[in-house]
């Protein structure tokens, strides 16, 4: 295998095409899949090496894969991170990047408004084995101050937030951290790698559900964890590297085929996601239209600051409770009922009784996600037929 290594002088999209690349024997153009569970050695000597250390080729693809480790370069050049560390799916990365740096005894901090099962992390997975946990309300800075003790080793976040976009100040829950001694993880998926890096503002490691815009066409699972080269290498690999949650080849080859793509697909989506919303909030029978890129969102000059488009994702309510917002779900012919998002085809779900249906009714109240609340991922196609479907739905939901 031969590299080509990046030059310092290219920028973002360039190095979305060519970054990390390997080429074998074969010169081949595009990225070479190697669908390979092992590697054969050329001697025991070489074997014996290679497990020691002492000779850097591939030994096993539970943790090192040359497909997989292109997709880890290129992302690494990406976020600007010093490493990477590619696995099954997001919550493979979220879970792997916090139980990488925490041990029975220590205290994390993490923001109240989560994805489903990265709060399920927090919250109930990690007491389990002696890890404490304090859930904060993300968008106080002071709360975060409250939360710490001395034995504080993690802030998890996610900003902004599954579902309803609620936005947290990196920078400064950053500087709290470090104040306390703690490393800030970052779960980006909301605002992609394009449009806000955590690590410039100061957070220490990144965390991406790869399933999302990354792959962006809605096939496969992945994920990644980044961060400096010793977290990665003394932290997470080991721990990776003996539970096994590793990304399969295909998956990363199919990934490094979409980073090629993901600059203008995160910003096409994001040029319609402000169209879509700002169609949505002239809808009657929808409410609360919450979008970080319009101006009514209560955090949208901090949302700028930080991210340079407001991304795909809409969240709103629908007038009439549950019974309305399953009216419209159900009235929609092109935006599809889907749990997932970031994929080139509009989706649309009901957190209330899908991605968060796992909360009470008082917790899912104290995040602001009602039954009457909807989260839109915008997609790729023509926005005039995005806002028709939903202006569609909305009348017939307020029949
Ligand atoms: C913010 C966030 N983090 C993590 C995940 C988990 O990703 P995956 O489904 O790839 O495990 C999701 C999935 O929806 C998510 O929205």
């Given at each position: 295998m031969q590299d080509t290594p990046s030059k310092t002088s290219w920028r973002q999209r360039t190095r979305l095409v060519h970054g990390g690349t390997m080429r074998s024997?074969?010169?081949?153009t595009s990225e070479a899949m190697f669908l390979t569970s092992g590697y054969v050695y050329q001697s025991a000597e070489e074997a014996e090496a290679r497990f020691k250390g002492e000779d850097d080729g591939f030994i096993?693809?539970?943790?090192?894969?040359p497909t997989v480790g292109m997709f880890e370069q290129r992302m690494a050049e990406l976020e600007g991170a010093e490493a990477a560390w590619a696995t099954a799916t997001g919550m493979a990365a979220v879970s792997s990047a916090l139980l990488a740096m925490l041990k029975a005894g220590d205290h994390i901090v993490a923001a109240k408004a989560l994805f489903g099962s990265c709060r399920y992390i927090a919250e109930e997975m990690l007491p389990r084995f002696g890890v404490s946990c304090t859930l904060v309300d993300g968008r106080d800075s002071n709360a975060w101050q409250a939360a710490c003790r001395d034995n504080t080793k993690v802030f998890f976040l996610e900003s902004?937030?599954?579902?309803?976009?609620q936005v947290t100040d990196l920078k400064a829950v950053a500087d709290i951290a470090h104040k306390a001694g703690a490393r800030l993880v970052v779960d980006n998926v909301f605002a992609t790698p394009i449009l806000q890096h955590p690590l410039e503002l100061g957070a220490d490691v990144v965390v991406y559900?790869?399933?999302?815009?990354?792959?962006?066409?809605?096939?496969c699972l992945g994920g990644v964890i980044l961060g400096s080269q010793s977290y990665i290498e003394e932290e997470v690999k080991p721990l990776l590297r003996h539970t096994g949650p590793a990304m399969s080849p295909f998956n990363a080859w199919v990934m490094l085929k979409s980073l090629e793509t993901l600059d203008m697909r995160v910003r096409e989506h994001a040029r319609s996601g402000a169209c879509v919303a700002d169609h949505l909030a002239e809808q009657?029978?929808?409410?609360?239209?919450?979008?970080?890129?319009?101006?009514?969102?209560?955090q949208h000059t901090l949302a700028m600051a930080q991210m340079e488009m407001g991304g795909n994702i809409v969240a709103f309510d629908v007038r009439g409770g549950k019974q309305a917002a399953f009216k419209f779900l159900n009235a929609l012919q092109l935006v599809r009922i889907s749990?997932?998002?970031?994929?080139?085809k509009s989706l649309i779900t009901?957190?209330?009784?899908?991605?968060?249906?796992?909360?009470s009714p008082e917790a899912r109240a104290e995040l602001g996600i009602s039954d009457s609340c909807l989260r839109l991922s915008v997609g790729l196609e023509d926005a005039q037929d995005i806002c028709a479907d939903l202006a569609a739905a909305a009348q017939i939901a307020a029949r």
């Open positions: 024997q074969f010169g081949e096993y693809s539970r943790f090192s894969n902004p937030t599954n579902p309803n976009l559900s790869a399933t999302k815009h990354i792959d962006g066409q809605g096939r009657p029978g929808i409410e609360n239209v919450l979008y970080p890129g319009r101006r009514d969102h209560p749990n997932n998002l970031g994929d080139a009901h957190p209330a009784t899908t991605t968060h249906q796992r909360l």
